[in-house]
């Protein structure tokens, strides 16, 4: 079956350190990516998507991501986290011939003073 | 400001009751779709809707169903029909296809 995978469901950093979150889709077509984030209370925000061109994309918040189409993967980096990136993460995933995203199961990011 | 709007924030029904959630844009989105949140399962889709008068099933439609009369509204109907009705709904929109979605503050609904 079709599907979005993100390997970290809760993952705890403190302030200062690298984050990395995985995503892996396994559609065998063109696909467009996102990552979403959901700060608590809030509603879901884009962080940053790809559609072509440069693999390695750059989101808001200092976020970036890079597809690699070889794994079909699309993760997350953040070089150095701070308090007020706690949120929930979501990796999503357009086919080309779709017209809704699927969505992955969510990372939940903790990151301590 | 533009935006989605989803109502009421809380909602609570006894089993056996339909109940509708409201969702409305003015954001002028063709595309307009329902996802439930689970914790742990991510968000899952219900429904879809590219034009007006027109919507799609997704993944998890069994229980649910929409209307799509104007192109600002997609109310969604939870019916007694659906077994695990006790989650959190999103509602989002876009251009169309491949564009971001931009998603309402969800409606949790807790049915006893």
């Known amino acids: 079956a079709q599907s979005v995978s993100q390997h970290n469901h809760h993952v705890i950093l403190s302030e200062a350190a690298s984050l990395e979150l995985g995503c892996n889709y396994s559609?065998?077509?063109?696909?467009?990516l996102f990552w979403y984030v959901q700060y608590p209370g809030q509603h879901l925000q884009l962080l940053l998507k790809?559609?072509?061109?440069?693999?390695l994309v750059k989101g808001i918040k200092g976020f970036e991501a890079e597809f690699i189409k070889s794994k079909f993967s699309f993760n997350l980096r953040k070089p150095s986290v701070q308090w007020s990136d706690t949120a929930e993460y979501f990796c999503a995933v357009l086919l080309n011939s779709g017209y809704a995203l699927n969505f992955g199961k969510g990372t939940s990011l903790l990151v301590t003073p | 400001d533009g935006g989605i709007t989803q109502s009421p924030k809380y909602l609570f029904r006894k089993e056996g009751q339909n109940v509708t959630l409201s969702c409305e844009q003015n954001?002028?989105?063709?595309?307009m779709y329902w996802y439930r949140q689970d914790p742990g399962q991510g968000l899952r889709l219900i429904y879809y809707?590219?034009?007006?008068?027109?919507?799609q099933k997704g993944d998890i439609a069994e229980g649910y169903s929409v209307s799509r009369e104007k192109k600002e509204s997609f109310p969604l109907t939870v019916t007694s029909a659906q077994k695990n009705p006790t989650a959190f709904y999103l509602c989002?929109?876009?251009?169309?296809?491949?564009?971001?979605?931009?998603f309402g503050n969800g409606t949790r609904l807790t049915v006893t």
């Open positions: 954001l002028n989105h063709d595309a």
């Open positions: 559609y065998g077509g063109t696909v467009n």
């Open positions: 989002a929109s876009s251009i169309l296809g491949d564009s971001p979605l931009h």
């Open positions: 790809y559609f072509s061109g440069d693999p």
């Open positions: 809707s590219q034009i007006v008068n027109d919507f």
